[in-house]
């Protein structure tokens, strides 16, 4: 090699490797089946819990309302505050262990039914084929040259799609802002900076995750698609294609003898790629990007029922239940194993603990604090005095009228307010001053007992302990 030759070579910069590669874009096909069905159903059941929560009213007031600015949660009958996100931690492990469950015994099926990303990418493929037809119509459009159709129906695509989209937002938005207000905020053009902000934002992740990236979400993005496979087992339920029965794969004529031609029942139609989200082949086996939607074995089924064949060829199964050719029941009765319920059990517990706190918690916290710049003085007449910061948070959505009562020291006395009145879901800081005769206790610090009581409603009641100090 000369001498120009091998510096041209060390001075050729390399070809940039992309991170993600390129792709087709991906056209699914419109399928029916049982699954499909399934996955229809949970679109309109979760799009009807968000979109219509925060348009129920409940006691004069939205019924599902995160208001911020005040630092109050409403969820129908309860009222909660900062100090008990104890119980959105309990929610959050809740939700984790529930996860961990349905992976455990049916793989994706958060996934494939319930997910956001799945369900809104459903919807906007919706209206993309409402506007540009199926599969072929879509892919006939997309590879057409300019024109006014094309134009036309792809401005239109995109306006429903934008319009879903901010509408999604505003829904979002009307769960921490009273949504009445909101709509009224919109309409008179008086939107906050704050509120403009999230509505566009989550409106146009909405556009952009469900219209353009889509499958690249759950194949990319999506952590629970790289962890998954820790949580599967051989007798894990997940869709599976049945090579045993349907290889060597090929095309034959509906009263073709197998036998003869030496094939399985697959006939290489690929509905069961045109058909996957994700645009995966089933039959290569489990791969990280199924969703476990199984929408390629609603396809599969209807290419059964017209060649004759049975159906089943790809079904929801267990590797172990296909490699042993186990019957539903010996599979089920494989499901649940020890770490199913293990899963089961701990989650039993914990959500029969968190329902069981709500229903005994008492819509009354007081906290009680000693006034650091009086420990203890004596005052006229030899009595002894100490003071206290009262705190007391009204959790009911009622004007409360509550009495303080004191109890452990003989002859206790409170010089302060002892009665007074909260609106609902208020809060007031006060002071506490308490008395006791001279010499009715010893020196030194003797523990009390401070309660809060609702006079109308004597089971509303709060205690708390502090310590009176009578000095030497």
Same mark, same amino acid.
């Given at each position: ?22 792709? &087709? +874009? ?27 929560? !925060? $348009?129920?009213? =409940? ?13 109050? @949660? ?35 099926? =958060? ?22 037809? &199926?599969? %072929? ?12 159709? +094309? ?15 901010? $509408?999604?937002? @505003?829904?979002?938005?009307?769960? /921490? ?15 906050? !900076?704050?509120?403009?902000? *999230? ?20 194949? #990319?993005?999506?952590? #629970? ?15 599976? #294609? ?14 073709? &003898? ?52 049975? +159906? ?13 050719? *186990?019957?539903?029941?010996?599979? $089920? ?9 293990? #899963? ?18 008492? !819509?009354?916290?007081? &906290? ?11 005052? %006229? ?86 310590? /009176?100090?009578?000095?030497?």
């Amino acid at each position: 090699m000369n001498k120009k030759s091998a510096s041209s070579v060390a001075t050729t910069k390399p070809f940039p490797v992309p991170v993600v590669a390129a792709e &087709d +874009k991906i056209h699914p096909r419109s399928v029916s089946g049982v699954f499909t069905n399934w996955r229809w159903i949970m679109v309109w059941v979760t799009q009807i819990i968000f979109y219509g929560l !925060p $348009w129920v009213e =409940w006691n004069n007031r939205q019924a599902v309302l995160f208001d911020l600015e005040v630092r109050t @949660f409403y969820l129908f009958n309860l009222v909660l505050f900062p100090h008990d996100l104890i119980y959105l931690t309990v929610l959050l492990i809740i939700s984790a262990l529930s996860l961990f469950l349905f992976t455990a015994v049916a793989g994706r099926l =958060w996934c494939g039914f319930a997910c956001p990303q799945t369900v809104y990418t459903e919807i906007y493929l919706w209206m993309e084929k409402l506007v540009e037809g &199926d599969r %072929q119509a879509r892919m006939r459009l997309d590879q057409a040259g300019h024109s006014f159709q +094309k134009f036309g129906k792809k401005t239109l695509k995109h306006l429903l799609w934008l319009g879903f989209g901010l $509408w999604t937002g @505003f829904t979002f938005v009307g769960y /921490f802002t009273p949504i009445d207000q909101l709509g009224q905020a919109v309409l008179q053009a008086s939107l906050g !900076p704050w509120q403009t902000f *999230w509505i566009l934002f989550y409106g146009f992740a909405t556009y952009g995750n469900a219209g353009f990236l889509r499958e690249k979400i759950c194949k #990319y993005m999506c952590p #629970y698609a790289r962890f998954q496979s820790a949580m599967f087992d051989r007798d894990t339920l997940i869709v599976t #294609y049945d090579a045993g029965r349907g290889e060597p794969r090929g095309g034959r004529s509906r009263t073709a &003898d197998l036998s003869q031609l030496k094939l399985g029942h697959c006939v290489d139609c690929t509905l069961c790629v045109q058909v996957c989200p994700t645009g995966i082949d089933i039959r290569k086996g489990l791969q990280y990007e199924c969703i476990g939607c199984g929408v390629c074995a609603d396809a599969c089924d209807a290419v059964m029922d017209k060649v004759g064949y049975p +159906k089943g060829l790809v079904r929801f199964t267990t590797q172990n239940g296909l490699q042993q050719g *186990w019957s539903s029941r010996q599979i $089920w009765r494989r499901v649940l194993r020890p770490r199913v319920l293990v #899963y089961s059990a701990i989650l039993l517990l914990l959500t029969v603990a968190l329902f069981a706190s709500l229903y005994m918690r008492t !819509p009354l916290k007081i &906290d009680v604090v000693r006034d650091s710049g009086v420990m203890s003085r004596l005052v %006229q007449q030899g009595y002894i005095e100490n003071v206290f910061r009262l705190r007391v948070l009204n959790a009911t959505e009622q004007v409360q009228h509550y009495r303080i009562t004191v109890q452990g020291l003989p002859g206790v006395q409170i010089e302060s307010e002892s009665r007074f009145s909260l609106e609902p879901t208020a809060a007031r800081s006060m002071a506490l001053t308490l008395r006791v005769p001279p010499g009715s206790s010893a020196a030194g610090a003797h523990p009390i007992r401070i309660e809060v009581q609702a006079e109308a409603d004597p089971s509303l009641r709060a205690t708390t302990d502090s310590v /009176f100090m009578v000095p030497r």
